[in-house]
């Protein structure tokens, strides 16, 4: 039911920049902020990025989210082994009652 | 530090009804929204739907039918119940703590704390 786009996956070697696109409509990234979660292999999700490019304590500055329009990215610079998870955009779709909707997901895999 | 851990029955038969509840340490139940997701196994992550300990719910479309939430509020813990569950309803079930606001026109919603998971299993 993920009605924001994802790549499934995307790799990059170790100091390398790689980056993520979330593609969302006018209901959704078009009028609200996005946040973006990564998940570790066997782990529950972690919040990333929340309101488009704020980094929660703890989260190293390596990482950072933007938003135009009806799109959304992560950016991940100087890729670490440890970066290798599943990423996920999400935001509130403002359609019927509200709800809050995940992208599809994209695996990171460092080379 | 708040804290959150799911609990509930990691088999349940088709046709029946699932039952988890979340258990909040470091926080009042009554100060926040709460909310639950669901993973299926090697699948993306679905909304479920929040409440609040006044009663106030919101669930996703897909699902409304089947589910009901509660909170207990003497023992800071909120539930969930879906009904009729089939083999589809498989999945890694995660309680949340939801942040929302208006910033300026623009909803903010995000998941700022997350409980570990607990898997339910659907098959007789």
């Known amino acids: 039911q993920s009605v924001l786009t994802q790549s499934p996956s995307a790799s990059g070697t170790p100091g390398q920049r790689v980056t993520i696109s979330c593609s969302g409509s006018?209901?959704?990234?078009?009028?609200?902020?996005v946040d973006w979660y990564q998940q570790l292999p066997g782990t529950a999700p972690k919040l990333l990025i929340y309101?488009?490019?704020q980094r929660p304590s703890g989260v190293p500055d390596r990482f950072s989210g933007s938003k135009s329009g009806t799109s959304a990215s992560l950016a991940i610079s100087g890729l670490q082994s440890e970066d290798e998870a599943d990423y996920y955009c999400a935001a509130w779709d403002g359609s019927l009652n509200g709800i809050y909707v995940f992208g599809t997901g994209t695996k990171v895999t460092v080379l | 530090q708040v804290l959150l851990q799911e609990s509930g029955p990691g088999l349940v038969k088709p046709s029946e009804t699932l039952s988890l509840t979340c258990t909040v340490s470091?926080?009042?139940?009554?100060?926040?929204?709460w909310s639950w997701i669901r993973q299926p196994p090697g699948k993306g992550l679905e909304w479920i739907g929040y409440?609040?300990?006044?009663?106030?719910?919101n669930y996703n479309p897909s699902l409304k039918s089947r589910v009901t939430t509660s909170v207990d509020t003497s023992q800071n813990q909120f539930s969930l119940k879906l009904s009729s569950v089939t083999a589809a309803d498989t999945a890694v079930y995660y309680c949340?703590?939801?942040?929302?606001?208006?910033?300026?026109?623009?909803?903010?919603?995000?998941?700022?704390?997350w409980g570990r998971g607990t898997l339910v299993t659907v098959s007789s």
């Open positions: 309101t488009n490019n």
């Open positions: 409440m609040y300990y006044s009663g106030s719910t």
């Open positions: 949340a703590r939801p942040i929302y606001g208006d910033h300026g026109g623009a909803k903010y919603y995000y998941f700022d704390i």
């Open positions: 470091g926080a009042s139940i009554r100060s926040y929204y």
């Open positions: 006018s209901s959704n990234i078009g009028i609200n902020t």
